[in-house]
């Protein structure tokens, strides 16, 4: 749960403008429900009135209520915050009211007006509250003093409460926290941020795409693929971003751990009461001398952000690029592919498919010891091993090579062999000698030619964009 209160407004009319309509629109398809709090209308902008004219009252509601008038007026009667749920959670409407009412109650916010707004315009569901700061009946201010910090308080409270802590620094003692950037600090690095994603943008256009498809029955297993690796590319650029806040949340407590020293230094000399003009000197020095160190760090960071990640695109593209030709090499070998792609899926996932391929390899083995002899998928019978000549198993090693994909490939066709796929090997029979090219090293060869092929094409457009990104 993450509690997000905004900075105090004067107009209600205005908020709800927003709140209630899609930005830079007329239309409000954002807008999943709302629900009031302490007013006599569910009507939103006739709760709107209400609430304008309690806030335009609040000196008659004291006089009303016994307290003493006079002081200044309340100013910014308006509160704007909003309660934000994890993506992996799925709240009722019953539940985000419910929610809100329990966190006005913690903040002994409950008696104001409030209307809650929810909108289904992210990925992760969260409810705005807009507050009147007017209390209704006494025309008092709310409370507002340590309210983050009683709010993070709560935050963590309703986490307890659901089982699972999202946000583990609210567990830490404030003096152990790590703190946010400063303003001035997380501007040092907005100019490096937009840099950064607008590169990313580049880099998306670069993308792999299956030009020369074959139409036939493998169409499923092409699209099975493409998805994947589409996936594996979108996964690849949303790791961007939190590499990014990463770094920079690195660099500033990098910097600031190693001017902390020197400012506490300043600190006490200004508790002593030293001179102004020398406290202020001083002061004006630290600042030059860490924004200076924060921005060098912060280039060659980004520097080196942007170089490793341009390298580990190249390598999931070329590693894409070799496990299409692997799937093209397998069809034109007549192998069924539903595990090939299975572990592909596998792979990207992060899982560890080692375990598997030893165990079923020893298998393979053992049964390739007792038979003595290789059958294969094209020719229904059992063919001797010769010189020369390459098993269905082989080549698929051979067209994966690279990738690890050759063990994946001779567990497939093994595989083909132990479920049926292929026929039962007949009594042994003495074979004719071959007095032919062998088709198996022509499907290898193909496959060989057509992979160096592109490469090299793509070499070549790498180049020609790697020029473009670099502005040469």
Same mark, same amino acid.
């Given at each position: ?13 205005g ?10 629109a ?17 009507h ?56 809100? @009412? ?23 569901a ?17 409370d ?18 659901q ?10 003692n ?118 200076t ?15 490793t990640?341009?390298g ?5 593209? @070329? ?61 229904g019978?059992?063919?001797r ?7 269905g198993? @082989? ?21 083909d062999?132990?479920?049926g ?5 007949q ?6 000698e ?13 496959a ?25």
């Amino acid at each position: 749960m993450i509690v997000k209160i905004m900075s105090r407004g004067s107009s209600f009319k205005g908020l709800s403008a927003y709140l209630m309509h899609d930005p830079q629109a007329e239309s409000d398809e954002r807008v999943a429900w709302t629900h009031t709090f302490n007013l006599a209308h569910d009507h939103v902008p006739s709760a709107v009135d209400e609430m304008l004219w309690t806030a335009r009252d609040a000196e008659l509601l004291k006089q009303e209520a016994g307290i003493r008038a006079g002081g200044r007026a309340t100013e910014n009667t308006v509160k704007h915050l909003s309660l934000n749920w994890a993506p992996d959670e799925n709240p009722s409407r019953e539940h985000m009211i419910e929610t809100a @009412d329990e966190f006005l109650r913690h903040m002994k916010w409950d008696e104001h007006q409030a209307v809650l707004i929810a909108h289904e315009d992210k990925a992760y569901a969260h409810v705005h509250v807009m507050l009147n700061t007017v209390h209704p009946e006494t025309g008092l201010k709310l409370d507002d003093a340590f309210e983050q910090r009683r709010a993070q308080a709560w935050a963590l409270g309703y986490e307890r409460e659901q089982g699972r802590i999202y946000c583990e620094q609210r567990l830490l003692n404030p003096a152990e926290r790590e703190d946010s950037p400063t303003r001035p600090a997380w501007m040092a690095f907005k100019e490096k941020e937009n840099e950064f994603e607008r590169d990313e943008k580049i880099l998306h256009a670069q993308e792999a795409i299956l030009l020369d498809e074959p139409q036939n029955s493998k169409d499923a297993e092409w699209k099975i693929l493409k998805q994947l690796q589409r996936e594996q590319r979108e996964a690849f650029f949303a790791d961007g971003k939190s590499e990014f806040s990463d770094l920079r949340r690195a660099i500033y407590s990098e910097v600031r751990e190693e001017f902390r020293d020197r400012w506490a230094e300043f600190y006490a000399a200004e508790r002593e009461g030293g001179d102004a003009t020398a406290l202020a000197t001083l002061k004006a020095e630290l600042i030059a001398e860490q924004k200076t160190v924060l921005e060098t760090r912060r280039d060659e960071a980004c520097a080196e952000l942007r170089e490793t990640r341009n390298g580990v695109y190249r390598e999931l593209l @070329d590693d894409q690029r070799e496990i299409r030709l692997a799937l093209r090499g397998r069809q034109e070998a007549g192998f069924d592919n539903a595990l090939f792609l299975q572990q592909v899926e596998d792979r990207n996932a992060g899982k560890d498919v080692t375990r598997d391929f030893a165990d079923a390899a020893n298998v393979a083995t053992a049964r390739q010891n007792e038979e003595q002899d290789v059958t294969t998928a094209f020719t229904g019978g059992p063919r001797r091993q010769s010189a020369g000549m390459k098993s269905g198993a @082989d080549i698929g090693g051979g067209i994966a090579t690279g990738l690890g994909f050759g063990l994946l490939g001779f567990l497939d066709s093994i595989g083909d062999a132990f479920t049926g796929s292929t026929p039962a090997p007949q009594p042994r029979q003495r074979e004719p000698e071959p007095s032919g090219p062998d088709p198996f090293e022509a499907v290898i060869d193909e496959a060989r030619n057509r992979e160096q092929r592109e490469r090299d094409d793509a070499d070549a457009e790498w180049r020609k964009r790697q020029g473009y990104l670099s502005g040469e």
